[in-house]
């Protein structure tokens, strides 16, 4: 996030998209349902009647996968009606000229005919959002999830600074990460193409650093493969060992007839992780680990804020942290790493990470800090970007709509996005321990509309088989007033009707995101 | 500096614009006790605890809604003020079951009144947050003993139809704290008082259960009630006298990183409260996950030891020889094959210490990039 969350209670405006923030990140939720009790204007863009709905002032219904087309539709109006921060236009961002050009073709006609929205509505969240004070743009999955969700990040960028509401209080482009350490894991370099702190492996300055700090020579200079890729060269056969750690990639990714067959291909695969999980299963070599509760260290949260985590409780049997398993490893494997504790590799990390350099467990004992903080005298930075960007001047994007790399047709009448409900978590192996949990959301279902489940002459409760081109599951239908016409929600937790054996593995060019959003589906009753 | 000043017990405290005097107070450490006020939210005065006495004021005063007042002169523990509360105290212990031994309370010290409700402790249907009870606490700070009070007779059932909250009519003060964190801190508008008169009761729509209601089981109502009328539905009420540990710290769902206070008895979680009201990112709230989702970590099912492939089937393996198995075969697949044919998956969950020892691995041993996460799924 730009901004914290905190601040979502103080935007004039709150436009949320792509997010079920009710369900995925309830506690935020709060702060945005807190913010309308005290008269802040509320705008849902999503295409699900999601719950914070009936919070809101109004919600429009896009199509799913046409984002690009409203955004720049709210642009138009936008710099049609000359509500544009010319200001901040000026002295802040470049290359606004090819963004004007780009939405002129935008009117809110063509935009009703490709994302469904109604003008009027439209014009009516375009200039609530220009005129606000301070207005703040939460998005999710449901904005990333797409061949196009770089772009459609992008977009929503270009928004937020043609009105100039970055780097503001109250403003801000956010971001809301799914699991609990998502920042972290890409702070620290969890990530193909850079070390900690988004230093790229490319650059022979940060490799020399790495290199120095560790002691090593000759680290590897071409970016390496992004999960969806590891899973393509393995099916092809180029990659041969798998290293997986507390990942259940067997519900988690996408089209998993694919993964699976994959997975099967590998000469060798170990998974690290504190259940037996579907991947743990076909695994050669398992290793038990610690669960946060077992461990100190610190998680990163999604307002980037390093914040400390306690053991509580001893682990099982003989399980041992993550970092202790591939320490021995590395040992094993001629390269000497060892620390005392936790504490000291974050010494390490605060030593090569510029944002985290100010960083120490004594500093965040009570309350965590807000990354950057390059020296131990800097307090966090809470707010992103209010002086500069991190390139210097911010830059339009001028980016036109391209349609979801599946549409319904004629065989496969339906669309379907994926999600999560608020009482499991990602592929479920944690919640489904806790009976209650399981008691409130007991099983798989699909989420359709009234009107379709009566064209079909089916009701809640009825089960069905849901198939795309790629996989076949099946489940209970459960009509809701969230779904709306022509298009389906399957929660992707429940590994019994995995929705992912449906979902299409097309990945965006830059983000490599699989499309889980929208894909084609038909439902027949069995 | 005389601009803003207002005297409580002596102590001449500065205070805010529009600060209450309960707000004034606290900000400076001096105790009024309350049981309906609830930090952030509006407030109910329907519990008249906090009543204090001001100087030329003809009756005491609710200081969670008086604003302080420049020269104001206050008195918190005057005799007319602890005689009010008293009453006040004795009032609610006799409008339910407030059966925890406060009510027969003649002891002289803490250690005997302990004594004496350890003795009762066998009974079954002792207060199940007994120790933990703010109304109890008051009764014995203000030594107010109600055995001969006849309790007033509870007309509504305990509601257990839900995994998660027991709600007990009969010992709910109607103080309304649950109320406010419901509809003012977590807006879930899922409770409301209902009925009137002596039939008043905390109600869901259409006195409907919380499993049928808007609830979403957040807690936030069960943190905020005082007494036990909304307890957990949890082995902690058993273990009351076990030595409980309080651990801080954060959530390890979602990524809002919520603080939270983990109570811990004989290795194991029994319940989790969120931390501090003053703290962020959660002030103090938590979700269905994060409050009640636990019970993973003491799982039978949990990993306790490695296991190796062999002839086709899982079976249990020492550390050394599992660690020098992958260690041998990643080894001989990076010569043969070159570094890029091994991949690495690290993780979300996992910590930042771990996340970076992952991707050093990947680097510095392995000697490739392949590493990634799945944060786009
Ligand atoms: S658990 Fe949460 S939603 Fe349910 S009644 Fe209590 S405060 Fe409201
Ligand atoms: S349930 Fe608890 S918080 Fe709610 S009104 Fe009764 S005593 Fe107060
Ligand atoms: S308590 Fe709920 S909202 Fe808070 S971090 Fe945990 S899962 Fe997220």
């Given at each position: 996030m730009t901004n914290t969350i905190a601040d979502i209670e103080t935007s004039d405006l709150i436009l949320v998209t792509g997010s079920n923030t009710t369900e995925n990140h309830p506690v935020l939720s709060s702060f945005v349902k807190r913010a309308t009790l005290k008269g802040k204007k509320l705008y849902i863009i999503d295409p699900r009647k999601i719950k914070l709905t009936e919070y809101a002032d109004k919600w429009l219904r896009p199509l799913p996968g046409t984002d690009i087309a409203w955004i720049n539709g709210l642009m138009h109006i936008i710099i049609k009606e000359g509500l544009q921060n010319t200001a901040f236009i000026k002295d802040r961002t470049e290359n606004f000229e090819a963004l004007k050009t780009l939405v002129e073709t935008y009117t809110p006609e063509h935009v009703e005919a490709v994302t469904g929205i109604k003008t009027g509505d439209l014009v009516e969240v375009a200039r609530a959002f220009a005129k606000a004070p301070a207005a703040s743009i939460l998005y999710c999955m449901g904005i990333?999830?797409?061949?196009c969700g770089t772009d459609n990040v992008k977009s929503l960028a270009n928004l937020s600074m043609l009105c100039g509401h970055?780097?503001?209080?109250?403003g801000g482009v956010n971001p809301l990460r799914g699991q609990n350490n998502v920042q972290g894991a890409c702070d620290m370099?969890?990530?193909?193409?850079?070390?900690?702190?988004?230093?790229?492996?490319?650059n022979d300055e940060a490799r020399n650093t790495y290199e120095k700090a560790w002691s090593v020579?000759?680290?590897?200079?071409n970016p390496g493969l992004v999960v969806t890729e590891m899973v393509q060269r393995a099916h092809e056969g180029s990659l041969k060992a798998l290293f997986i750690i507390g990942?259940?990639?067997?519900?988690?990714?996408?089209d998993l007839n694919h993964a699976r067959k994959a997975f099967q291909r590998l000469d060798f695969l170990v998974v690290q992780d504190i259940f037996h999980t579907e991947t743990a299963q076909m695994a050669d070599v398992v290793l038990p680990a610690f669960c946060f509760a077992e461990k100190d260290g610190t998680f990163t949260n999604t307002e980037r804020r390093v914040q400390r985590v306690r053991k509580a409780v001893e682990a099982p049997g003989e399980a041992r942290e993550d970092w202790r398993i591939l320490c021995d490893m590395a040992g094993r494997m001629g390269y000497e790493m060892s620390y005392a504790s936790s504490r000291d590799i974050f010494k390490e990390i605060a030593a090569v990470t510029p944002s985290y350099r100010g960083i120490t467990w004594e500093r965040i004992d009570k309350v965590g800090i807000h990354w950057p903080?390059?020296?131990?005298?800097h307090e966090g930075t809470?707010?992103?970007?209010?002086?500069?960007f991190t390139r210097g001047k911010g830059l339009f994007h001028a980016l036109a709509h391209t349609p979801p790399a599946e549409l319904p047709d004629r065989d496969y009448p339906f669309i379907l996005t994926t999600g999560r409900v608020l009482y499991h978590y990602h592929t479920?192996?944690?919640?489904?321990?806790t009976q209650g949990l399981n008691v409130l959301s007991p099983e798989c279902f699909v989420e359709i509309s009234e009107s379709d489940a009566t064209k079909m002459a089916l009701d809640t409760g009825a089960m069905v088989a849901v198939s795309s081109r790629r996989g076949k599951i099946t489940a209970k239908l459960k009509v809701s007033s969230k779904a709306v016409e022509g298009t389906v929600f399957i929660p992707?937790?429940?590994?019994?009707?995995?929705a992912n054996e449906l979902t299409?593995?097309?990945?965006?060019?830059?983000?490599?995101?699989?499309?889980?959003?929208v894909c084609a589906i038909k439902i027949e009753a069995v | 500096m005389d601009q803003d000043t207002i005297i409580i017990n002596g102590n001449h405290l500065v205070f805010r614009s529009g600060e209450t005097i309960l707000e004034t107070a606290r900000r400076n450490h001096i105790d009024i006790p309350t049981l309906c006020h609830l930090k952030n939210a509006i407030p109910t005065?329907?519990?008249?605890?906090?009543q204090v006495e001001v100087m030329g004021e003809p009756a005491l005063v609710e200081s969670c809604a008086a604003k302080a007042k420049q020269g104001m002169t206050i008195l918190t523990d005057s005799p007319k003020v602890i005689e009010a509360r008293k009453e006040v105290i004795k009032g609610l212990l006799a409008?339910?079951?407030?059966?925890?031994?406060a009510r027969e309370m003649d002891a002289k010290d803490w250690t005997s009144f302990q004594l004496t409700v350890l003795k009762n402790?066998?009974?079954?249907?002792?207060?199940?947050v007994w120790g933990d009870c703010e109304l109890q606490d008051l009764a014995y700070r203000y030594q107010?003993?109600?055995?001969h009070t006849p309790s007033k007779e509870c007309r509504y059932d305990t509601e257990r139809?839900?995994?998660f909250i027991i709600r007990d009519f009969s010992r709910?003060?109607?103080?309304g704290r649950c109320v406010k964190a419901c509809?003012?801190?977590?807006?879930?508008?899922?409770i409301e008082f209902g009925y009137a008169?002596?039939?008043l009761k905390i109600i869901a729509k259409n006195d409907a259960t919380l499993k049928d209601?808007?609830?979403?089981?957040?807690?936030e109502c069960l943190q905020a009630?005082?007494?036990?009328a909304l307890v957990p539905d949890k082995a902690f009420r058993d273990h009351r006298f076990k030595d409980t540990r309080k651990i801080r710290t954060t959530c390890s769902?979602?990524?809002?990183?919520c603080q939270m206070d983990v109570f811990v008895q004989d290795n194991k979680i029994v319940k989790i409260d969120g931390a501090?009201?003053?703290?962020?990112?959660?002030?103090?709230s938590l979700c269905v996950k994060g409050r009640f989702g636990y019970e993973f970590v003491a799982s039978?099912?949990?990993?306790t030891r490695p296991l190796i492939k062999k002839d086709g089937k899982q079976v249990e393996a020492s550390w050394e020889e599992a660690l020098d198995l992958v260690a041998q075969k990643l080894s001989a697949i990076k010569s043969e094959?070159?570094?890029?044919s091994i991949g690495v998956m690290t993780s979300a969950r996992i910590t930042n210490e771990d996340n970076y020892i992952a991707q050093k691995f990947t680097r510095a041993?392995?000697?490739?990039?392949n590493i990634d996460h799945c944060a786009r799924l």
């Amino acid at each position: 996030m730009t901004n914290t969350i905190a601040d979502i209670e103080t935007s004039d405006l709150i436009l949320v998209t792509g997010s079920n923030t009710t369900e995925n990140h309830p506690v935020l939720s709060s702060f945005v349902k807190r913010a309308t009790l005290k008269g802040k204007k509320l705008y849902i863009i999503d295409p699900r009647k999601i719950k914070l709905t009936e919070y809101a002032d109004k919600w429009l219904r896009p199509l799913p996968g046409t984002d690009i087309a409203w955004i720049n539709g709210l642009m138009h109006i936008i710099i049609k009606e000359g509500l544009q921060n010319t200001a901040f236009i000026k002295d802040r961002t470049e290359n606004f000229e090819a963004l004007k050009t780009l939405v002129e073709t935008y009117t809110p006609e063509h935009v009703e005919a490709v994302t469904g929205i109604k003008t009027g509505d439209l014009v009516e969240v375009a200039r609530a959002f220009a005129k606000a004070p301070a207005a703040s743009i939460l998005y999710c999955m449901g904005i990333t999830q797409h061949t196009c969700g770089t772009d459609n990040v992008k977009s929503l960028a270009n928004l937020s600074m043609l009105c100039g509401h970055l780097g503001k209080p109250g403003g801000g482009v956010n971001p809301l990460r799914g699991q609990n350490n998502v920042q972290g894991a890409c702070d620290m370099g969890g990530l193909p193409n850079v070390f900690t702190a988004y230093q790229p492996v490319g650059n022979d300055e940060a490799r020399n650093t790495y290199e120095k700090a560790w002691s090593v020579t000759g680290l590897p200079k071409n970016p390496g493969l992004v999960v969806t890729e590891m899973v393509q060269r393995a099916h092809e056969g180029s990659l041969k060992a798998l290293f997986i750690i507390g990942e259940n990639p067997m519900v988690s990714d996408p089209d998993l007839n694919h993964a699976r067959k994959a997975f099967q291909r590998l000469d060798f695969l170990v998974v690290q992780d504190i259940f037996h999980t579907e991947t743990a299963q076909m695994a050669d070599v398992v290793l038990p680990a610690f669960c946060f509760a077992e461990k100190d260290g610190t998680f990163t949260n999604t307002e980037r804020r390093v914040q400390r985590v306690r053991k509580a409780v001893e682990a099982p049997g003989e399980a041992r942290e993550d970092w202790r398993i591939l320490c021995d490893m590395a040992g094993r494997m001629g390269y000497e790493m060892s620390y005392a504790s936790s504490r000291d590799i974050f010494k390490e990390i605060a030593a090569v990470t510029p944002s985290y350099r100010g960083i120490t467990w004594e500093r965040i004992d009570k309350v965590g800090i807000h990354w950057p903080c390059p020296t131990e005298a800097h307090e966090g930075t809470p707010i992103l970007h209010t002086t500069q960007f991190t390139r210097g001047k911010g830059l339009f994007h001028a980016l036109a709509h391209t349609p979801p790399a599946e549409l319904p047709d004629r065989d496969y009448p339906f669309i379907l996005t994926t999600g999560r409900v608020l009482y499991h978590y990602h592929t479920g192996t944690m919640t489904m321990k806790t009976q209650g949990l399981n008691v409130l959301s007991p099983e798989c279902f699909v989420e359709i509309s009234e009107s379709d489940a009566t064209k079909m002459a089916l009701d809640t409760g009825a089960m069905v088989a849901v198939s795309s081109r790629r996989g076949k599951i099946t489940a209970k239908l459960k009509v809701s007033s969230k779904a709306v016409e022509g298009t389906v929600f399957i929660p992707f937790h429940f590994a019994e009707a995995a929705a992912n054996e449906l979902t299409n593995a097309k990945l965006d060019p830059t983000a490599k995101i699989p499309e889980f959003k929208v894909c084609a589906i038909k439902i027949e009753a069995v | 500096m005389d601009q803003d000043t207002i005297i409580i017990n002596g102590n001449h405290l500065v205070f805010r614009s529009g600060e209450t005097i309960l707000e004034t107070a606290r900000r400076n450490h001096i105790d009024i006790p309350t049981l309906c006020h609830l930090k952030n939210a509006i407030p109910t005065h329907t519990c008249k605890i906090c009543q204090v006495e001001v100087m030329g004021e003809p009756a005491l005063v609710e200081s969670c809604a008086a604003k302080a007042k420049q020269g104001m002169t206050i008195l918190t523990d005057s005799p007319k003020v602890i005689e009010a509360r008293k009453e006040v105290i004795k009032g609610l212990l006799a409008s339910g079951y407030h059966n925890c031994a406060a009510r027969e309370m003649d002891a002289k010290d803490w250690t005997s009144f302990q004594l004496t409700v350890l003795k009762n402790d066998g009974k079954e249907d002792l207060c199940p947050v007994w120790g933990d009870c703010e109304l109890q606490d008051l009764a014995y700070r203000y030594q107010v003993k109600t055995r001969h009070t006849p309790s007033k007779e509870c007309r509504y059932d305990t509601e257990r139809a839900n995994p998660f909250i027991i709600r007990d009519f009969s010992r709910c003060i109607l103080c309304g704290r649950c109320v406010k964190a419901c509809r003012e801190i977590q807006v879930n508008n899922a409770i409301e008082f209902g009925y009137a008169g002596d039939d008043l009761k905390i109600i869901a729509k259409n006195d409907a259960t919380l499993k049928d209601s808007d609830c979403v089981f957040c807690g936030e109502c069960l943190q905020a009630c005082p007494v036990g009328a909304l307890v957990p539905d949890k082995a902690f009420r058993d273990h009351r006298f076990k030595d409980t540990r309080k651990i801080r710290t954060t959530c390890s769902f979602c990524g809002v990183g919520c603080q939270m206070d983990v109570f811990v008895q004989d290795n194991k979680i029994v319940k989790i409260d969120g931390a501090d009201t003053d703290l962020p990112p959660n002030h103090a709230s938590l979700c269905v996950k994060g409050r009640f989702g636990y019970e993973f970590v003491a799982s039978p099912e949990r990993l306790t030891r490695p296991l190796i492939k062999k002839d086709g089937k899982q079976v249990e393996a020492s550390w050394e020889e599992a660690l020098d198995l992958v260690a041998q075969k990643l080894s001989a697949i990076k010569s043969e094959s070159g570094p890029d044919s091994i991949g690495v998956m690290t993780s979300a969950r996992i910590t930042n210490e771990d996340n970076y020892i992952a991707q050093k691995f990947t680097r510095a041993v392995l000697k490739t990039n392949n590493i990634d996460h799945c944060a786009r799924l």
